[in-house]
């Protein structure tokens, strides 16, 4: 069998000579000194219900002993690929560069998704217009917190906050149409700003209405700590990158363009964050939001997730 039990890369004969096979999706977990979270992520992936997929792990210059052993060991499971230490950004492009598949999942390697992800993600995808980019579904934190972290794509909502999952499905060809993730953005949000330029060249999103994919919440992680911490700068990096998005014109322009019932972010609160990320200092807006989002996030002021099964929702 090929790698994580999928269908075996073989090749077969025809009348143009021998042609590779290609698995449906290609996952690509980025890793940096992650060997603790390896066993997990690959159980995960192990419980899907859909086979046809490969998995690439992107070794982003591991120096940690046990990740590395933990790495030589996949073996036939998992396809690992090796570079310098260049950040998320950078080990993300890579393994995406590197897939087989027309449909590509990043998948930060503490993270896993549940059983039927990626086949309902898949049908999903296979049946929505080509203007569609990726099939996300809702998070279930795990860690430092429990509960529901609802996900959501309106192009509003967006310029204000991802509202998107890390891991989503995704289709290689619109990675490739945006110019991939930013691999300058080595402090956070780097997947922020990808959505924003998926928005932008006229991308959608379909919403599974599944907590399907476990988020793992440390506190010294990414989102609690380093990103938190650095919220007011790597906000303004993104405004400046996408300047004419943030003009007062613009924002009132899209605002009136996504009321579908899809927002969750006001044009007062908008124009609020807006205000106060200009005239506060970012230190100071940064301790602002990082308090907002721990008291959320670890205080469970978190929407109650329904087990009533919902119909998938094209987003605005």
Known sequence: MGPAGMAPDTTKAGQSGLTQYHPAVSVVVP??????FIDGLMASLARQTFRDFEI??????STDIETLRKLSELKDRA????????GLSAARNFGIRAADADLVLPLDCDDTIEPPFLAEAVELMRAAPSDVAAVF???RLAGAAKGLLERHFNRFDLLFTNTLPSGLLLRK???TTVGGYDESMRDGYEDWEFHLRLMRAGYRAIELPRPYYVYSLADEGMLLNRASRLHGRLWRVIRRKHADLYRPSSVLSLWRATR???????????IAALLLATILPDAMFSRLVAGMRRR??????????????QKARLAA
Request: net charge positive; proline share 4%; hydrophobic share 30%.
């Open 56 to 61: 690439i792990i992107v070794d982003d210059g």
């Open 137 to 139: 579904c809702h998070m």
């Open 296 to 309: 959320s996030l670890l205080e469970g002021r978190r929407p109650a997730y329904t087990a009533e099964p």
């Open 79 to 86: 396809r690992v690929i090796r570079q310098e230490n260049g």
């Open 260 to 270: 579908d019932g899809s927002g969750r972010v006001s044009l007062r609160k908008g």
């Open 31 to 36: 890793c940096f000194n992650g060997g603790r």
């Open 173 to 175: 060809a619109c990675w």
